[in-house]
């Protein structure tokens, strides 16, 4: 019989197994499952990453920023060339938005639905199987980038029809011209969330992009018409969303007049304010509603 063999006292300490009761096997297991957690904050950086990552994105961006900047500008300096207005020019300004507001939204359905149209939904869900968070995600990043082009666009068209204003001219430093600013890039951000909702519910480029182009431009046109002779058709046209959006746009009420001011109108400017919102944040709750319960496909 062979006789027992010795323990071998060379063996490093490192060398021997280490069982899951070890504390440094615990906590190296804690780390790394903190690590690897979702968190509302990653899920909105990674929507970040592909946003920036997509040459859509790029594209839509400049396109913006341009639509918004020449109509803006152009439409100033043209006004301030004829004689008696020029008092008004500098509240053209944001006169632009009104047709940048058609391109935000297809970024912000882009942001949807282009990840139905190549599959990358899938990865996406797996990635972050919360789906609160992906429809959070995408919407709030849409709308920060919405808002920041809306500000930019702004202060670019301010910057180029300055010079052209003479003594009508009106530096940044009012606080009331000022709102131009932030209230083109808060309509812009509501306009993005509005037509993320949208991506979510269609799943569809086409149908978001139709369905949009539709509630901002199409429908005024046969309203207009109607309301020659009905006057529900004018109440149901300054509800629409690219309508109220100027609201937003003019926060004091600079170039535009709401019943505060004019009894003829419909809606005064809170009321104008409040419904804009509910254009963004509606579509988004139904979205939610329809996003957590259906499949991906």
Known sequence: MN??????????PQETPMTTDS???????????????????RAVRAEWIKLRSLRSTWVTSLATVAITVAFGAGMTIALA?????SAEAPHMI???SIFGQLVVAVLGALIVTGEY??????STLAATPK?????LGKSLVGAAWAFLLGAASILIAWGISFPFLGEHAIGLTDPEY???VWGTALSYAGISLMSSALGFLLRSTAGAVTAIAVLLFVLTIPLSVAAVKWDWATKIAQVLPGNVASAVADPFSLAHTWADADPAQFLTHAQAVWIFAAWAIIPLVVAWAV???RDAA
């Open 117 to 122: 149209s190549s599959g990358q939904i899938r």
């Open 3 to 12: 006789a027992p063999t010795a323990p071998r006292t060379d063996q490093h």
């Open 291 to 293: 996003f957590s319960r």
């Open 94 to 96: 944001a006169a632009g």
């Open 178 to 180: 000022l709102g131009y």
């Open 81 to 85: 060339s004829f004689d008696g207005g």
């Open 131 to 135: 789906r609160t968070r992906v429809l």
């Open 23 to 41: 504390p440094f096997a615990w906590s190296t297991a804690r780390r790394r499952t903190i690590a690897g957690r979702q968190t509302p904050w």
